[in-house]
């Protein structure tokens, strides 16, 4: 790995952290602390993807910053939750803190053809009906899907894997609204689960009656709080719609609904399923 291409890259990075995924420096410092060996690998593939090097290290850098969130989101968690515990319910409901969510709008922004530069139908002539609907999938599941699987799919689609990678940046983009609202959902359901556990923890401890039924309301008013917000997640919809995927890829939306139902139906069927599993 050239040392310059590194130390350019930090630099754009301190530059534009938001372009990267980052939300403020020291998230890029933990970065470079806990997964330099991992960026380092990420600079020496790009090397080798000339033409769409930017979009290729952009892309891949926001899954390390992914990482970043996930870990510093899992330290604080806990301490949060016991902190809450000792607060009115008031406070639980609001934002909890250190959840990581970017309030400030995007510092920079790239167009579709900037980000993946050629048209999907390029690629997607070439492509069987199976592997068209395993490409619908892997963006339907834009969000869940981490580096060393996307290099599994590029390869079962026979799709160069920074290309994919674009498609699959380009799809968060556009649900990144959307994504945010979810985020929040899910840190309050997390805080309020382990604040649960410590009332559980400290209704059993307590030996002072009024204190035991303060505690014991404390708890009743978060599990009917936890239940709600459960309901509200069970009917959220998925982030990428079909429609965004036909928009994405230029074509039909029939075509993608269509493609997503014999997919699902298909391998809950098990009869097809090997033929999936034949294309990785």
Not at 52 to 60: F, G, K, Q, V
Request: hydrophobic share 35%.
């Amino acid at each position: 790995m050239d040392s310059k291409n590194y130390l350019d890259l930090v630099r754009q990075m301190y530059a534009h952290p938001k372009l990267y995924g980052f939300f403020n420096e020291d998230e890029i410092s933990d970065a470079l602390h806990h997964f330099r060996g991992r960026i380092e690998g990420i600079l020496d593939r790009a090397e080798k993807e000339s033409r769409t090097r930017e979009a290729y290290l952009l892309s891949s850098m926001r899954f390390v910053a992914k990482s970043v969130h996930r870990q510093n989101f899992s330290m604080n968690l806990c301490e949060n939750a016991y902190v809450y515990s000792h607060f009115s319910e008031e406070v639980v409901l609001g934002p909890p803190a250190d959840t990581f969510i970017d309030e400030s709008p995007k510092e920079e922004s790239i167009d579709a053809q900037g980000m993946i530069g050629l048209s999907p139908q390029i690629f997607l002539r070439k492509l069987t009906p199976e592997r068209k609907r395993l490409l619908y999938l892997v963006i339907k599941c834009a969000w869940d899907i981490d580096e060393e699987l996307l290099k599994k799919c590029s390869f079962a689609l026979g799709m160069p894997e920074q290309y994919l990678f674009s498609l699959i940046e380009l799809a968060k983009r556009k649900t990144e609204g959307s994504r945010k609202q979810i985020y929040e959902l899910n840190a309050k359901l997390n805080t309020l689960w382990i604040r649960l556990r410590v009332l559980e923890l400290r209704l059993e401890t307590s030996l002072l009656k009024n204190e035991k039924e303060c505690i014991a309301c404390s708890l009743d008013r978060c599990r009917q709080r936890y239940i709600r917000l459960l309901e509200k997640r069970k009917h959220q919809k998925s982030l990428v719609s079909n429609e965004l995927i036909s928009e994405l890829l230029g074509v039909p939306k029939g075509s993608v609904d269509s493609g997503l139902f014999y997919l699902k139906k298909n391998v809950n069927s098990g009869q097809t399923l090997a033929d999936y599993r034949k294309l990785g």
